[in-house]
Structure formats: C-alpha cells, structure tokens
C-alpha cells in the first residue's frame, strides 16, 4: 500500500506571494491532517478534514486554509506569506475503520520564504 | 484541553546503554498515547501506541512505553540504543478519535558511540 505522498517537497517563495501544497493520503484514509513543524515551535496542528469536512482546527491565523477533495487528497493554501511561514509542513492521515487513530505521515514539505 | 510534556529537550547516551525518554500528559477524559521518531529530513513514524488494556506497550525497534494513569504519564524505554537511534521523538496525545492530536516539544536522543 502506498503511503501518504506530499507534493511538492521543496519550495522557496517570496514574502507576500501564496503557495499552495498537495497531500494524496493511504487509500481508503478519510482523515487528513496539517502540521507546520519549526525548530522554535515544535509541531503545531493547523485542520484536519475528515469527508471533506473541517472536523478540527489549530490556532493559525485565517491566511492559512485548506480543503479536501472527494477522493481525500488535501491541499492547504497560505496566503500573503511571511518569514516566519518558513517551516516544514507535515501531512497525516488516519483510518476511522480500526479505531486505532493512528496517524501516517508523508515526508513534508519544506517551505522558504525569502 | 489536552496538553503533553517532554521533559527533555535533548538526553545523550552512550551506544548499548538503556534510555528512558520522559512524557506526561494533561486530560480530562480518556485518553490515546503515541510515540512517534523522526529522523533527519524525514517525516514522523509511529513506534508505539497505547488505546486501552495492558499498560506496558511493545513497539519496533525493541521500544516500550508504560502507561502510569495516576502519575499521567507515558514514558518511553528502550534497554540498549544503538547508533540508528539518534533521532528526534515525539510523545503525543488524542482525547477521543475525533479530537485532533497534541504532539509534545520533542526530545532529541543522541546515541554516543
């Protein structure tokens, strides 16, 4: 089974432009989760969707949305960017099914903003 | 709310001797534990997992980690590390299947040969 893939892996954009990143999850996973992961702060948790649906929601501000799509791949958009947007953005999904909440992650997207 | 405490940001030990990596958590409802290790350049990958019954979890790569519900805490074992265990890990909790996950600050283990 193919795991959770993150496109794309490396990206540098410039202060005010907007950047969107595409996570495909393990199939048959319906939830899908964002994390944005510095060296000062750690793994924050920004949404998870779960159907389509936003089910959960961290403490970003509004310049940082997502959705997801009818076959569970999710994008997540920020807008206006800033310096401190330079992080590395982490994917996860999980399977409802077996109860075991258990989260696989995709190997990130490493964003520089200049 | 849900909170999780790694106590040590960074804990080096020498190659072949045991590690424990500390955890505890904060939650008022039942809860699901999770180890996961990251190494360079990589995303997370899940050691363990505690969701109910036996306190003592088994996981890959010869990990364990105990559940202490009166002291709410998850600490991770390992009896002898090696060199491929220099890593960053990550102690993490979820109040229920549909509340998101807290992941701690992460500790870096630095296995010394």
């Known amino acids: 089974k193919a795991g959770v893939t993150q496109t794309p892996r490396y990206l540098i954009k410039t202060r005010g432009q907007q950047v969107t990143l595409s996570c495909s999850p393990i199939?048959?996973?319906?939830?899908v989760s964002w994390y944005q992961q510095t060296p000062g702060q750690g793994l924050q948790f920004l949404f998870e969707?779960?159907?389509?649906?936003?089910?959960n929601k961290g403490n970003f501000p509004g310049r940082f949305s997502g959705r997801q799509f009818s076959n569970s791949r999710s994008e997540m958009n920020v807008s206006t960017l800033e310096l401190g947007d330079s992080a590395l953005y982490l994917c996860?999904?999980?399977?409802?099914?077996?109860?075991?909440?258990?989260?696989?992650f995709g190997p990130g997207t490493r964003l520089t903003v200049t | 709310a849900q909170s999780v405490t790694q106590l040590d940001s960074q804990v080096p030990v020498f190659e072949e001797a045991p590690v424990e990596l500390r955890c505890n958590y904060s939650?008022?409802?039942?809860?699901?534990l999770f180890w996961y290790v990251q190494y360079p350049n990589q995303g997370l990958q899940l050691l363990l997992k505690?969701?109910?019954?036996?306190?003592l979890v088994k996981g890959i790569n010869g990990f364990e980690a105990e559940f202490n519900k009166s002291q709410t805490s998850f600490h991770l074992r390992k009896p002898s590390v090696h060199i491929s265990d220099t890593a960053e890990y990550f102690c993490?909790?979820?109040?229920?299947?549909?509340?998101?996950?807290?992941f701690g600050t992460g500790t870096k283990l630095q296995v010394i040969p």
């Open positions: 993490a909790v979820r109040s229920g299947g549909y509340q998101k996950v807290t």
């Open positions: 199939s048959g996973h319906r939830s």
């Open positions: 996860a999904s999980s399977s409802s099914r077996d109860g075991t909440y258990e989260q696989y």
């Open positions: 939650s008022s409802v039942s809860v699901y």
């Open positions: 969707y779960f159907s389509e649906t936003q089910r």
């Open positions: 505690y969701l109910s019954g036996s306190t």
